[in-house]
């Protein structure tokens, strides 16, 4: 899977959690929901740097396919760890 980011938004955000650090979420079992937004966005909530975090991701193609664009990411919340919890 192919990630892009703003690479200014790269550095620990004040959610704690890189850009660069969440794309471990996709390397392991994650949950993915989605969010009412336009333009359409999804959350992955998952284990990154040894804790659960989420992150927003856009799917967007270019001429090489698609790849996911992260938008932002934190620390899960405690509603995001008892969804994980309970779904993954």
């Not at 949950?31 to 804790?51: H, M, S, T, Y």
């Not at 405690?78 to 993954?88: M, R, W």
Request: with cysteine.
């Amino acid at each position: 899977m192919r990630f892009e980011f703003d690479r200014s938004k790269s550095v620990k955000q004040r959610h704690g959690v890189s850009l660069n650090e969440a794309q471990e979420i996709f390397d392991q079992a994650y949950l993915v929901d989605q969010k009412n937004d336009d333009p359409e966005q999804f959350r992955a909530i998952g284990w990154c740097r040894g804790r659960l975090c989420s992150v927003i991701f856009e799917i967007r193609r270019d001429g090489d396919g698609e790849y996911c664009h992260l938008v932002t990411a934190w620390r899960a919340t405690k509603e995001e760890e008892q969804s994980y919890a309970k779904n993954v």
